[in-house]
């Protein structure tokens, strides 16, 4: 299994909602991360998690929250979002931090009202 | 400050030919560099990578060249196929391969008509 699936595909929120994004993967990798796609611009990296703990984070305001529960399982938690946080939310996978060779999700398109 | 770029932002060919995508990076430093694919709908996709040390690789009908000389990169693509249709980021990985991260670049469209 090479899949790394994301849910919701879509997401609609007002600017006062909590939401979460999920993120999974069976694959056995141990580096998993978070990505901000803006529409006709390159992905964007926000947080890496290596062996379920943050190794790095971009300068991402606090309104985003990662959590990494387990080896499988990624969580973007969404508080107080801005119109301009609208974006496909790619999360991808791999051996371990640092690998190039990463393995993306189909993505969440969030729009933020 | 450092970053990774294309100097076409769209490409069209016919069905067959050979494409060439071209990227230019700015970061002597990085350690490889990487190619990937996002097709519509989707997310992105590893084609290839080119350690820094290296000039060219071979994949299966793709091919990556790498300048440090005039710091370019490109993405030869052979018979050109209408599944090839999609968008082609460059990425270069800096800080190391046990803490790296992947900096993408601006992207270049690949439409193939049959």
């Known amino acids: 299994d090479t899949e790394v699936t994301q849910t919701p595909k879509h997401l609609v929120m007002g600017m006062t909602n909590k939401k979460s994004l999920k993120c999974e993967q069976h694959?056995?990798?141990?580096?998993m991360y978070w990505y901000k796609q803006k529409a006709k611009k390159p992905p964007e990296l926000m947080f890496v998690y290596s062996y379920e703990k943050l190794s790095i984070n971009e300068s991402v305001p606090s309104r985003f929250s990662p959590e990494c529960p387990n080896s499988s399982l990624l969580n973007l938690h969404l508080h107080a979002l801005q119109p301009e946080d609208s974006a496909l939310y790619l999360c991808a996978s791999s051996q371990v931090a640092g690998a190039y060779e990463q393995y993306f999700g189909p993505g969440t398109r969030l729009t933020v009202t | 400050g450092e970053s990774v770029g294309l100097h076409l932002p769209t490409l069209s060919v016919q069905e067959g030919d050979n494409s060439i995508i071209n990227c230019a990076y700015s970061?002597?430093?990085?350690?490889?560099f990487i190619w990937y694919k996002q097709e519509s709908g989707k997310g992105p996709q590893f084609i290839i990578d080119i350690r820094s040390n290296m000039d060219k690789r071979q994949g299966q009908r793709v091919t990556v060249l790498l300048n440090k000389t005039v710091k370019h990169l490109s993405l030869q693509i052979a018979a050109t196929q209408p599944g090839d249709s999609a968008v082609y980021f460059c990425?270069?990985?800096?800080?190391?391969?046990?803490?790296?991260?992947?900096?993408f670049g601006q992207g270049t469209i690949l439409t193939v008509h049959p």
């Open positions: 970061n002597s430093a990085s350690d490889y």
């Open positions: 694959m056995g990798h141990r580096a």
């Open positions: 990425a270069e990985l800096s800080g190391g391969t046990s803490y790296g991260k992947l900096t």
